[in-house]
């Protein structure tokens, strides 16, 4: 409460209380009066304010950021200022950053491939519109709580650059540990440079590090500018060799030699983590382990999520323009005890102040003396010349025309999507719980001999363990119950709009089918489901409505298969990939007193194995 704008009004946006602090901007939660929702407010030192040119890039630069719409880039809602404070205002994301989410550990190999396609798509998107965000770190990539990743200062850095005080000072704008080789030597940026950063961050994402690590940024600079990165299969023999490939590519010290795009990047990526396995779970070494229980419990994800504009570590406030988060004591504990990264030196030559934007797809320079370039094709199949600047103008339009109209269609149809998932979890958080089966003990203790451990411990290989097994009541289809949901509402909407009954009757057709579906779900007659635990995998066993267990319909998938997996006190969502590439999403409500001698499933699931398991292995755990 000692800031001075706490319960302050920036225009239209009461300020609530303070997210965090960088080098050159302070972030607020603060309340939209006029639509009554809580943004993100990024305000600029009042010491930038006296620097005219930086008010005069702020705004251009404001423009261009606002200008970017797409659903894997957090939206700017507002710029403007106040007296003599400037400020952005963005959506408020309610989760963590992709540094705190690589703190607990590396990433299974299609959770990577996934966050990485999502990441290569904004950039291919920022890029299309002539925009390099030079900045890319997992600082600056927030996740929610559905796993949709947001990247964000878009801008900033260059809006840095602009700053005369700065750039005379010689210091080197990015971050140390993913800036490329041309950042380094102060030559010019391009899209290639946000996938060489974006390669760094996939070797951080399987190893657990970076790869190029030193107590001085002269020889980080050195590594980076020199050295190959160390090779990954050193320390992770069971990775497959074509996956060390394509992060070896995107981290060539050659822009020409790497992926000309992110999204290139991202789909060979996947490709190879498709064709070629995963990579098993690390275990954590002794020192890594975290320094308190409690810094322990934050760690796995079972505190409460803070709410970020963007999460920074303390100890990398000097070394680059970043905003920090205010954390809780226990997280702090294992944040602090890594060495802070250096500062960079007076004598590292500075980034050019004005870069060229690349043509996209292939972000490459003219071809000198006036010849023109090889046509090439966009991702659309159209030619271009890329020597002919009204064609490529011409078909740049074109191209972020149609990639406009179908980002506005990915965004509502997601929007749509997870509307529906927060009404049903509200649902499922406000109704009453489901009735337990009849004559089962509602014991808060589970026997090692429970009839439902055995049941699932028949589906696992012999020998395998099992952590544990609760019995829930849903369906394995429900992503087809969103869909038919989205579909009745649309068809009764044009319906009426269009005064077409037809539409109408088949919304309602719609509605109804689900609405049988939930009423036989809830007495039992379909969707029960026991959902085991195991060290290595885990287990979707249907079950009839005596309960016998229907092996031949069970779903066994291993953890590096699992795409989401949500455990509350009250329902479980789970979105797993199969080995013949079909798709299986569960959501499902926990018995009251679980089947098979599974008790209250209510009084021992906090704190149980399962609930430990699935922290630790990088999931949602809420409520236990």
């Not at 080197?172 to 540990?177: N, Q």
């Not at 026997?447 to 055995?454: E, G, I, S």
């Not at 298969?561 to 949500?566: A, F, K, T």
């Amino acid at each position: 409460m000692s800031d001075p704008l706490i319960s302050q009004t920036l225009g239209q946006y009461e300020i609530v209380s303070k997210l965090g602090k960088g080098g050159m901007a302070t972030v607020y939660r603060a309340r939209q009066v006029t639509m009554r929702r809580d943004v993100a407010i990024k305000v600029m030192s009042a010491d930038l304010a006296t620097d005219p040119e930086f008010v005069a890039r702020f705004e251009r630069e404001a423009h261009v950021i606002a200008r970017l719409e797409h659903p894997r880039i957090l939206p700017v809602h507002d710029f403007g200022h106040d007296g003599e404070l400037f400020y952005l205002v963005m959506r408020l994301i309610e989760g963590e950053s992709l540094y705190y989410r690589l703190k607990r550990g590396p990433l299974p190999l299609k959770t990577a491939a996934r966050f990485v396609g999502q990441i290569g798509e904004a950039l291919d998107y920022a890029h299309a519109e002539g925009v390099i965000h030079r900045d890319l770190k997992p600082n600056n990539i927030l996740i929610d709580q559905w796993d949709n990743l947001y990247l964000v200062d878009f801008g900033l850095a260059k809006m840095m650059a602009s700053m005369q005080n700065l750039t005379q000072s010689g210091t080197v704008l990015g971050t140390p540990a993913y800036m490329a080789p041309e950042q380094w030597r102060g030559e010019p940026v391009d899209a290639r440079t946000d996938v060489y950063a974006l390669g760094i961050i996939l070797y951080e994402m399987v190893a657990g590090r970076t790869p190029f690590e030193s107590d001085t940024p002269f020889t980080l600079m050195y590594k980076h500018i020199n050295d190959a990165p160390p090779p990954l299969r050193e320390t992770l023999p069971d990775l497959p060799v074509e996956v060390e490939v394509v992060i070896l590519k995107a981290l060539a010290k050659n822009a020409d030699d790497r992926y000309q795009s992110a999204g290139a990047m991202a789909r060979a990526f996947s490709e190879v983590v498709r064709v070629a396995g995963t990579l098993p779970q690390r275990v954590r070494k002794p020192d890594e382990q975290p320094a308190s229980a409690e810094a322990g419990a934050e760690a796995a994800g079972a505190g409460p999520q803070t709410p970020l504009l963007v999460a920074q570590p303390e100890a990398a406030q000097e070394a680059e323009p970043a905003i920090e988060p205010e954390m809780p004591a226990a997280a702090k504990t294992t944040a602090d005890a890594e060495p802070p990264p250096p500062a960079p030196p007076d004598e590292i030559v500075p980034l050019p102040a004005q870069i060229v934007p690349p043509p996209p797809p292939l972000p490459l320079p003219p071809v000198a003396g006036g010849r023109k370039a090889k046509a090439k094709r966009d991702p659309y199949g159209e030619p271009f010349d890329a020597g002919d600047p009204s064609s490529g103008m011409a078909r740049r339009r074109s191209l972020a025309e149609r990639r406009g109209a179908s980002s506005a269609l990915r965004q509502a149809m997601e929007a749509v999507d997870q509307s529906l998932e927060k009404v049903v979890e509200k649902a499922a958080e406000a109704a009453p719980p489901l009735p337990g089966v009849a004559g089962a003990s509602a014991s808060s203790s589970v026997t090692p001999d429970a009839p439902a451990l055995r049941a699932v411990q028949r589906a696992l290989p012999a020998g395998e363990p099992l952590i544990g097994v609760i019995d829930v009541r849903g369906t394995t289809r429900w992503r087809m119950w969103k869909q038919l949901a989205a579909g009745g509402l649309a068809l009764n909407i044009i319906g009426g709009v269009l005064n077409a009954g037809l539409l109408s009757v088949l919304g309602w057709l719609a509605w109804i089918f689900l609405a049988v579906q939930l009423f036989r779900t809830w007495r039992g007659e379909i969707g029960q489901y026991y959902l085991g635990f195991g060290e290595t995998r885990v287990i979707v066993l249907p079950r009839d409505t005596d309960a016998n267990p229907l092996y031949a319909q069970a779903a066994v998938v291993p953890w590096h298969g699992i795409e989401r997996l949500r455990l509350t006190n009250r329902y479980v969502l789970l979105d797993v990939l199969l080995d013949d590439g079909e798709a299986l999403s569960v959501a499902a409500l926990l018995v009251a007193t679980g089947a098979g001698g599974l008790g209250d499933q209510a009084s021992w699931l906090p704190g149980s194995p399962v609930a430990g398991l699935i922290a630790a292995r990088g999931f949602e755990a809420r409520n236990l």
